[in-house]
């Protein structure tokens, strides 16, 4: 297996960089003289069209986690992991129907500031500087991590060096603002499913070769037959992932907590359509959502035809990592196996995937310190001029703050999927009970939201330790415990969260029934000033979509139904 770069992958690599870093520069001197305003730096207010909002969605989404930890999960698990990939295309079309039509209203700009505009200071300080640190410690040190990992395996270039470069890539995209990033994003997208489909169709050709047959088709339906225990997509209780998807909670349960969170309340993912008009927006997101459904054949299909290879006696050496079989290593085993030019493209679409991510989350960290910390707190009459500047030392920071404390939090050991999910996981069930009622029952109060937000996070941390003094063998026939690998019975993970989100919102209700918040007078656009529990303006006509978007979002729906169906 050839762990380094060939001349010619080096020059498709290198298209690669004076593509993306060419349009960058053209767009950037293009808009150069807005770059001074905060909300086109932050927001790109009114530039980015529905076909660059769909793909830098994507873009920022998709990273080294999914091409190397989802492929690993895809050679240990099997299909049933695609449930990320494909609830989240359900998952859109809510936020695009009910969530941007608030924020967008509303004029929101950032989470804090919903919070703010919602509650109070108090809540919105609160999160803003949570927001930053989980943003910073968790997500920016992982998906750097994970990259230079992943292109370190690939070419063999020292992993400190791919951190720095990559690092200082992701930089330099991030300081044209958020326009730079949204159109390169659409060329970043362009290379990911490119290279990624090349990988894809290498796996499913080396299958159909292996057993004597050619074409991907052919090893697609070899994959079925000696791997059919990966192509379910409802886990049994007696699964050895059943705590990881559990059964019918990826449908009906913690999996849409997870989703909802992710792509309605997450300043690194809204923030790309919140410069938008309501149109443009809502149809970025329905072409982020069909996507999503592509996503699995790049990221998961690759997995188990690599476990499917592996059973068959091949890259058994090249699995082990540390003396044990390691499922990460399944995508980099694959795309070692391209040939030259090839593994170039299939190492510019993880490169891609790597930095597009590192910079919107850098971006999104700098959306958030700017406008609700800096401006809010330390210096409420900062000019135009003067955040963006600070915006730009915040991203320049958080990336070498990243890139010092990523050796030191064990995300190799823990897997980076896994490391974020878990981490996140702790806090997402109150925040999103914090968000959907702030968004829909006027009466919910300001304690209420601190109560979610700190007692969704404690009851989290004690669900997760109880197995440490509790026995919760009783509980399995239940279906709300199973074993782990070391025999000791815990509740899986996405349930946890469905447990944590259900006894927030009862204890939101309950505080906010027993004191009641103020009301507050708002000015509505026609000069009205109406006397509300809450400081949105929400009305029902809001959220009706139109007859192509509706149209658009059935076809979606109808092709997820098709594929739990046949995979169920």
């Avoid at 804090?112 to 609160?126: A, E």
């Avoid at 082990?320 to 190492?347: C, H």
């Avoid at 404690?458 to 279906?479: N, T």
Wanted: proline residues 3%; glycine residues 8%; aromatic residues 12%.
């Amino acid at each position: 297996m050839q762990k380094s770069l060939q001349f010619l992958d080096y020059v498709v690599f290198l298209v690669y960089f004076v593509i993306v870093a060419g349009y960058g520069l053209y767009i950037y001197q293009k808009k150069k003289r807005k770059t001074t305003d905060s909300k086109d730096f932050f927001l790109a207010e009114g530039s980015l069209t529905w076909w660059a909002i769909g793909a830098s969605l994507i873009a920022s989404n998709i990273s080294a986690e999914q091409f190397i930890g989802m492929a690993g999960s895809g050679f240990s698990i099997g299909l049933a992991i695609s449930t990320y990939e494909w609830m989240a295309a359900a998952t859109l079309i809510i936020v695009a129907v009910f969530f941007l039509p608030i924020y967008l209203k509303n004029k929101i700009y950032t989470m804090p500031q919903f919070l703010l505009t919602r509650y109070n200071k108090t809540v919105s300080t609160i999160m803003a500087v949570f927001w930053l640190l989980l943003y910073v410690v968790v997500n920016l040190t992982s998906i750097l991590y994970l990259g230079a990992l992943a292109i370190n395996t690939i070419s063999g270039i020292n992993f400190y060096v791919c951190m720095s470069l990559i690092a200082v890539f992701a930089v330099i995209i991030t300081l044209g603002g958020m326009k730079v990033i949204g159109y390169t994003d659409v060329i970043q997208v362009f290379f990911l499913i490119l290279g990624g489909l090349a990988t894809t169709y290498l796996a499913l050709n080396l299958v159909s070769e292996h057993f004597g047959e050619t074409g991907v088709m052919k090893g697609f339906s070899l994959l079925t037959k000696h791997a059919d225990e990966h192509f379910h997509m409802i886990l049994k209780k007696d699964d050895p992932h059943y705590l990881d998807l559990p059964g019918l909670t990826v449908l009906i349960g913690g999996m849409w907590i997870v989703n909802l969170n992710y792509w309605g309340c997450n300043q690194y993912i809204t923030q790309r359509a919140l410069g938008a008009d309501l149109k443009t927006a809502r149809s970025g997101l329905l072409f982020a959502g069909f996507l999503k459904l592509l996503m699995p054949v790049i990221v998961v299909l690759p997995g188990i035809a690599a476990y499917v290879l592996h059973s068959q006696g091949m890259f058994q050496a090249e699995m082990i990592k540390g003396g044990e079989l390691s499922p990460d290593n399944a995508y980099p085993v694959l795309m070692n196996l391209l040939p030259a030019g090839m593994k170039g493209l299939a190492f510019a679409a993880l490169t891609a995937a790597v930095v597009a991510s590192l910079a919107g989350k850098a971006n999104s960290i700098s959306t958030i310190f700017s406008l609700d910390i800096y401006k809010e707190i330390f210096n409420r009459n900062a000019g135009e001029k003067q955040i963006v500047n600070i915006g730009r030392v915040v991203v320049v920071v958080a990336m070498i703050l990243a890139i010092i404390i990523s050796p030191f939090l064990g995300i190799d050991k823990k897997g980076g999927f896994q490391f974020i999910q878990e981490y996140t996981g702790f806090v997402s069930p109150g925040i999103f009970a914090m968000f959907i009622l702030g968004f829909f029952w006027k009466r919910t109060t300001p304690n209420a939201a601190l109560f979610a937000m700190i007692g969704g996070f404690a009851l989290s941390i004690v669900l997760k330790s109880l197995p440490l003094g509790v026995d919760l063998s009783g509980l399995y026939d239940f279906g709300f415990a199973v074993p782990n690998t070391e025999g000791v019975y815990e509740i899986p993970f996405l349930d946890r969260m469905g447990i944590v989100f259900v006894v927030c919102v009862i204890g939101m209700v309950i505080i906010s029934l027993i004191a009641p918040a103020k009301p507050k007078v708002i000015t509505l656009d026609n000069g009205e000033q109406i006397e509300t529990a809450h400081a949105l303006e929400v009305d029902t006509s809001m959220f009706k979509p139109s007859m192509a978007f509706t149209v658009t979002a059935l076809l979606i729906c109808g092709i997820l139904v098709a594929l739990y169906t046949i995979f169920w």
